[in-house]
């Protein structure tokens, strides 16, 4: 295990890795929560079993859909803070508006890493990703949502072709430039 970061057993922010289905998110938040030795949140724990079946049927959630799971999502965050020190989560968080609706109901400093690769890439991943239920065939709609951050989001971008531990260490600067 990397050393710690001196913003490490700090409380009071949360961390999402984010971007489109295949992209790594998963990955990189569990590597960044051993890293922090904090929490882990799964995005897609978070879904219900309607929108799971939705999905598992190749068909794309709306935002009648993500706002409820968003909700869920946010406080079950909220509650992980609650223990103290840094949590991290996963969630594809794809337009401002899902990233403005996270941040406004976590009561803590909130920052978001954009995982972004290219289609053919993610589409590899997808297809050979097993056990999951978020079919490749739903990769276009997720591009298709995918609103790029804004400057004033402060989000950083990661090309997601890069090696977890790589990008985990990456990450881990960024942030401890961001609370110094």
């Known amino acids: 295990m990397p050393p710690p970061h001196p913003f490490a057993a700090d409380s009071g922010f949360v961390l999402f890795a984010m971007g489109v289905s295949g992209c790594g998110k998963s990955t990189l938040g569990s590597l960044l929560a051993r890293d922090l030795d904090c929490p882990f949140l799964e995005g897609d724990d978070f879904h219900d079993l309607q929108a799971v079946a939705k999905m598992r049927a190749g068909q794309a959630l ?3 859909d993500r706002w409820p799971w968003l909700d869920r999502l946010a406080a079950a965050v909220g509650e992980a803070l609650a223990s103290g020190g840094p949590v991290v989560a996963a ?3 794809l337009r401002r508006s899902y990233r403005d609706r996270l941040r406004a109901a976590i009561p803590a400093p909130t920052y978001f890493v954009l995982l972004d690769a290219g289609y053919e890439d993610i589409l590899g991943r997808l297809t ?3 056990a999951h239920y978020m079919p490749a065939s739903l990769l276009d ?11 004033d989001e402060a989000i950083f971008t990661l090309d997601a072709g890069l ?3 790589r990008l985990s260490q990456i990450t881990r600067d960024w942030l401890g430039e961001r609370r110094l």
């Open 62 to 64: 709306d935002d009648n």
């Open 91 to 93: 969630c594809s968080a």
């Open 128 to 130: 050979r990703r097993s």
């Open 141 to 151: 709609s997720q591009l298709a949502t995918l609103e790029r951050p804004e400057p």
């Open 163 to 165: 090696p977890p531990e």
